[in-house]
């Protein structure tokens, strides 16, 4: 059975460029989420859709940030005019979206951002 | 706010041993998940244990079980028999039980296995 993808799996971008990161849930998922993590730290949480829908952005941590899911399945992260700060490994993960504390989330391999 | 702290940022251990990594969190949640991750140098995040807030016993999934302390606001992991590939990240987190709540992790342990 196939689990949560992304890709790519190595960015390396100039500072100033823009990217975009790519999310392959697993099927039937209806929660998706997005957490950043720099290294040597744990993930932090940045933005959250129920199917298509984004109910959570509050960890953006600028506007230059900006996730799309838009027919409820795959989800793309963008970063426009990336800063050496962006570096970092971008996790996303899937879960089947049902209230209740074991609403296990399954997580992708990440895309590991180096800007220079 | 949620907060999980793991105050361990190496831990040593020799093949068969036992091995406890600490996690404490903080939350004004009556009902919530505690939960814990391995992250191999390979980078993907492996589920391991999960316990409910209002679980009596404590979680075990083979070699790992979860000490729950739920007075003191703790919730150690403990490896028995340690392996060689349990050498990697370890990460405490938490969540609330809404549906779409995001985990919150700790800065992780990072825990050595050595023969």
């Known amino acids: 059975g196939a689990g949560v993808s992304q890709s790519p799996r190595y960015k390396v971008a100039k500072r100033g460029q823009d990217v975009a990161l790519r999310c392959d849930p697993i099927s039937g998922h209806v929660s998706l989420f997005w957490y950043q993590q720099a290294l040597g730290q744990g993930p932090e949480f940045l933005t959250y859709?129920?199917?298509?829908?984004?109910?959570?952005k509050s960890g953006l941590p600028s506007d230059r940030f900006f996730a799309e899911r838009p027919e409820g399945s795959v989800s793309t992260l963008k970063i426009q005019r990336t800063q050496q700060e962006d570096s970092a490994v971008y996790l996303c993960?899937?879960?089947?979206?049902?209230?209740?504390?074991?609403?296990?989330?399954?997580f992708g391999p990440g895309t590991r951002l180096t800007v220079l | 706010a949620q907060k999980i702290t793991q105050t361990q940022p190496g831990m040593f251990v020799q093949e068969k041993e036992a091995v406890t990594l600490d996690c404490t969190y903080d939350?004004?949640?009556?009902?919530?998940?505690l939960f814990w991750y391995k992250q191999p140098s390979s980078g993907e995040m492996i589920f391991l244990i999960y316990?409910?807030?209002?679980?009596?016993q404590n979680a075990t999934e083979g070699r790992y079980s979860l000490n729950f302390q739920k007075a003191r606001k703790s919730a150690n992991l403990v490896i028995s028999a340690s392996q060689l590939g349990d050498s990697a990240m370890y990460f405490c987190a938490m969540r609330g039980d809404q549906a779409g709540t995001a985990l919150i992790f700790g800065k992780g342990t990072t825990l050595s296995v050595s023969s």
């Open positions: 939350t004004s949640d009556q009902s919530y998940g």
């Open positions: 993960a899937s879960s089947l979206g049902a209230s209740g504390r074991d609403d296990e989330q399954f």
């Open positions: 316990q409910g807030s209002y679980d009596e």
């Open positions: 859709f129920q199917n298509e829908a984004q109910l959570d």
